[in-house]
């Protein structure tokens, strides 16, 4: 069994690769591909690329070519539910790709294909992860700048609608129209990333259990460029280090 650990971009993965053990680099697709030992496990770690094309490529790639059993991505994500602040985690229940608009000949966000709007996460592989971003909400949450902790508290731990799409949403005004509107259509979502639904799709094709964790590195704002690049240095690569150690540990 090899469980794949995806990211979007390297800073989110450097830890992970300096804790690899017997490291193999493998060039397929246009990717590089390191598998190896971590925490007692055979994985192999990638990088997704940006977009859910690419996302969907390298998700690909690691069942056919890699025979991946299972799929984990782990990076970061624009907040968009209320009381989803910055340094908070988001661990996906399903997705919904919210530029996807085939209307009116399915329903608005519906992939043509599949049963519904939304594209289920695996629940068993999802609630061990939880259990891991928790033990490191707890534990490294406590301990993150005050800068990326709310007035309101230490960084909490959510559970629900992730939404994924071709654009990095990077003003006010375009993320609360993107709530509203999937709100509106009863999907309450909590997050705004560009990769995840694609993968979640190509898991779905494949039937290949896939979960997906995301810390929250700013509000999909008009400070989303300020404070993106900076979170994913100091915070994203501290929490995905710790969540999936405790994922692997308890797998």
Known sequence: ??????????QEQ????????????????GRQFWQGCLHGQPVVLALSGIGKVAAATTATALIE???????VFT???????????????????DYVQHDMDATPLFARWQV??????????????????????????AQVGTSLEAEWIAPTGGPRLHYGLMASGDQFVTSAQASTALRASLLAAGHEVLAVEMEGAAVAQVCIDYGVPFAAVRAISDR???????????FIRTVASRYADHIVRGLLQAM
């Open 14 to 29: 450097a830890g992970l690769h300096h804790s690899l053990e017997q490291p193999v680099c493998i060039r397929h697709a």
């Open 112 to 137: 043509p294909g599949y049963g519904g709007v939304r594209l289920p996460c695996d629940p068993a592989l999802s609630a061990l992860l939880s259990a891991a971003a928790q033990s490191c909400v």
């Open 75 to 93: 990076g970061v994500a624009g907040g968009l539910g209320l009381g989803v602040q910055v340094g908070d985690v988001v661990i996906a229940q």
């Open 220 to 230: 999909a704002d008009d400070q989303a460029v300020v404070d993106f690049p900076r």
């Open 1 to 10: 069994m090899t469980i794949a650990i995806l990211s979007a971009l390297p």
């Open 65 to 71: 070519r890699f025979a991946a059993t299972r799929i």
